[in-house]
């Protein structure tokens, strides 16, 4: 397997160029190379995970202030208009990316999280779905230091991030450690953590093959939803993501 990472030149045109290639929504910003089925599912329990906990903060988030960083085309912007009623904005690399979001409805602009184009305090609720793991390390402190910037005193940062050595070319692993030093620098404590994705049976099952994915996923189903509940807020070291709530 090549291990080697994606330099920075590499990674910006990657993004880039993402949403200009057609395809599937879902397999664009979760796993390109995996059938629809496997998308859906990552989709649902990321859904799951999200809801749970916003559910818990439904007075504050009617009333939010909403950024959406590397929102794609959208779908976390549908999210929060589907379900509290939050018209958010994104900042995307990809123009294409940006313009679906415009044709969709929402408010969008171009940029990278390393240079959020608002002002100081813009937002009280920034969320991070899958997005900050795919920056190179070069990059992770200086978006920390822009999202702590535009968040207000009080804000939150929603995060969705790995928090293991994923040997993607495109994926620049932290641990959870890591992710708190990172916000700690700047000023932002973790007020929340679950453990997400834990992906047993697709670990355990041995081989590769179409087969061997379908009857993976149809039993991670089950697995993944009582593993986030177990593990809510709580960490778990068989966790391959974690949601995470920085407060600034």
Not at 114 to 121: A, E, H, S, T, V
Request: proline share 4%.
């Amino acid at each position: 397997m090549d291990m080697r990472k994606m330099n920075d030149r590499e990674y910006a045109a990657y993004w880039r160029g993402v949403h200009g290639r057609g395809g599937n929504d879902l397999a664009l910003v979760c796993f390109p190379d995996k059938p629809p089925y496997y998308n859906r599912f990552f989709d649902r329990i990321q859904r799951y995970a999200l809801r749970r906990y916003l559910r818990r903060e439904a007075g504050s988030i009617a009333a939010a202030r909403l950024l959406d960083v590397g929102c794609g085309r959208g779908r976390w912007l549908r999210f929060f208009r589907e379900e509290f009623g939050v018209e958010g904005i994104g900042i995307d690399f990809s123009r294409d990316a940006v313009l679906a979001c415009v044709r969709g409805g929402h408010q969008a602009v171009a940029g990278s999280v390393g240079d959020i184009p608002f002002r100081d305090g813009a937002f009280s609720l920034l969320t991070s779905i899958t997005v900050l793991l795919h920056l190179p390390m070069s990059l992770k402190e200086r978006a920390v230091a822009e999202i702590s910037r535009v968040l207000s005193s009080g804000g939150r940062a929603v995060l969705l991030e790995g928090t293991w050595d994923d040997p993607a070319p495109h994926v620049y692993g932290v641990r959870l450690e890591g992710w708190k030093r990172l916000f700690s620098d700047r000023g932002m404590r973790l007020v929340h953590v679950s453990g997400h994705y834990f992906n047993f049976a697709r670990r355990s099952l041995p081989g590769s093959s179409p087969l061997r994915d379908r009857v993976a996923i149809f039993l991670d189903y089950p697995l993944e939803f009582v593993s986030m509940r177990l593990a809510e807020g709580r960490s778990s070291a068989s966790a391959l993501q974690h949601l995470m709530v920085f407060e600034k």
